[in-house]
């Protein structure tokens, strides 16, 4: 790893080459779009966008983050800034902490794809999930902060919102195993043996036992979470793009990987080896028990398949990064550097299943 992650989030640099756009058409859209917003504008890039380039809008009516679909040929389902937006505008209007959409466009005559823009939520966004830059105390409160927001989400009545139809229910990880097989297998660059035994061993290790059907965002992690400028609280849950219905354990196992994931596999870190108590920060047990409290479920996060899964889908979705870059479409400047990571997370998945005998 040779670049500093907490760079990639909330940072914005000059738009790059291949993702700039008109910025006077954008500005007059949106000025029929959007009732408030003013012209002119002065675009800039967020860091580190791998999937959606994202984009901050600097206007005279204020501040606002445009996201758009990348140019090129996409994976089918992928890339669907429409699901964003609705998901988003479904669950600020039930008061969760979510950015507010203001405008969808599919005319991709205005900036060359479909876009969405929504309010911008000035707030930290953390990589290292140890928090070096707060106090104990405040990272109690912000890990607390965002077990609530999680649980939120995922006892939020999402039927009662319209989304019903958001995701198919049931079979959750069977069809994430499934799904991003597929995804590997279409951006495959290269042999990994490690991935091609995970896609064999991971749909028959699937713990039993009954599935809950929720809204999950599909990558809640810290970096992620937009944290109060002044308060340790969860101001805004961004990035929905991975959002569908699901069982709640897929976000929750995920999330949790900041106590599971094996050093050096990921840029953001892990908490193996910390002294909890001294950050102030929960054990795994603890995280856990807080979030059943709050939902009322009874889920047990630390079975090693969920290690291996998420591990395998982080890979696979990395192997997506690879492949667009294969093929010329990929927009990000560190896009080669991320690909180096794709064998050694495959690799500490497999070891995963190892060293649980589970072979």
Known sequence: MTSQPAAMIGQTEAVSEGAAFDERRLARYLEGAIKEFRGPIRVEQFQGGQSNPTYLLHAASGRYVL??????????????VDREYRVTEALFG??????????????????????????????????????????????????DSANAALARLHTVDFAALGLADYGRPGNYFARQIA???????????????????????????????????????????????????????????????????????????????????????????TLKGADLDLLGIP??????????????????PTDPFYTAFNLFRIAAILQGIAGRSRDGVQTAANAGEIILRINPLARAAWQSVEEAGAT
């Open 94 to 143: 039930a008061g969760l902490p979510v950015p507010e959409p203001l405008a969808l466009c599919s005319d991709d005559d205005v900036i060359g794809t479909m876009f969405y823009v929504m309010r911008h939520v000035p707030g930290r966004s953390f990589w290292d999930p140890r928090m070096p830059t707060l106090s104990r105390d405040e990272r109690a409160a912000v890990y």
């Open 283 to 300: 054990t795994a047990r603890a995280y856990a028990e807080k979030y059943c409290e709050r939902t009322g479920f009874d889920v047990d």
């Open 179 to 269: 799904r991003w097989t597929r995804q590997y297998e279409a951006s495959r660059t290269a042999d990994i043996p490690e991935m091609d035994k995970l896609i064999e061993w991971l749909p028959g290790a699937i713990p039993a036992g009954a599935e809950r059907t929720t809204i999950i965002h599909g990558d809640f992690s810290f970096h992620n979470l937009l944290v109060h400028p002044d308060r340790p609280e969860v101001a805004a849950i961004i990035d929905w793009e991975l959002s569908t219905l699901g069982d709640p354990l897929g976000d929750l196992t995920y999330h949790m990987m900041e106590w599971f994931r094996p050093e050096g596999v990921d840029v953001r870190g």
């Open 67 to 80: 996201r758009r679909k990348p140019a090129g040929v996409l994976l089918p389902s992928a890339h669907a």
